[in-house]
């Protein structure tokens, strides 16, 4: 069973125990989240309105600060987010991620948990989410991304997360130009990465991670 943990920002993650995994990092879930997706990716794409595709919804944190930076900048959003196990609304509620994303933090959470599975809504603001309860290993994917979060569990705990298959089909809806952002840095991603278009540099990591990965579309 899911259970919460607070990570060394005071902020909470899941811990799934199936995987003996956690859905952020113990470091601190927010400042992961912010440093990876927001800051390396969100902050670099110049894109307006932005397309983001993520792979991995889980707790909705990227969605979240995601939101809130685009209500910052005043930056059009429609955010596609494919989730094949989605968390119940019981914990969902749990979590504290709202106390750090500003005034209106409660509100957009709120917002963002309850709506509808399965069409574009929108959020708050310039922000509109599609929530997909999907597999990408399956998923037909459609439309062209400007951004993309892959947030799926790691390598080591979901392989097939991360093999070529998924990756061309990712490649095939990223604009050229376009970014991936991910925490993974391992030898094989790289090399999976440049052989379906991307190029691809390391970057500083967040505390407790020595370094993360953007990769362009060429």
């Known amino acids: 069973m899911n259970h919460l943990v607070t990570t060394a920002d005071g902020s909470h993650t899941v811990y799934q125990p199936e995987l003996n995994e956690h859905y952020h990092s ?11 997706f927001l800051k390396a990716g969100f902050d670099t794409c110049r894109a307006d ?35 094949k196990f989605p968390l119940g609304d019981g914990v969902m509620k749990s979590l504290n991620h709202s106390l ?26 310039n ?4 929530k ?40 095939a809806v990223t604009v050229s130009g376009g970014i991936l952002v991910t925490y993974s840095c391992k030898g094989e991603v790289k090399r999976t990465l440049r052989a379906v278009g991307f190029s691809v540099e390391m970057l500083p990591g967040p505390p407790g991670k020595r370094h993360i990965m953007r990769a362009v579309k060429i």
């Open 26 to 36: 113990v470091h601190g879930a927010v400042q992961e989240s912010e440093h990876i």
């Open 49 to 83: 309105p932005v397309n983001i595709l993520e792979a991995g919804f889980g707790t909705g944190l990227n969605a979240l600060l995601t939101a809130v930076r685009s209500l910052a900048v005043s930056r059009q959003v429609y955010y596609t987010s494919l989730e």
């Open 100 to 125: 750090y994303a500003g005034a209106e933090g409660s509100r957009i959470a709120d917002a963002i948990r309850m709506a509808p599975w399965g069409e574009m809504t929108p959020i708050y603001g």
């Open 127 to 130: 922000f509109n989410l599609l």
């Open 132 to 171: 997909k309860k999907a597999d990408l290993l399956s998923e037909v994917l459609e439309g062209s991304y400007d951004l993309i979060y892959f947030d799926a569990f790691g390598p080591d705990k979901k392989p097939e997360m991360w093999s070529r298959h998924i990756f061309e089909k990712i490649a």
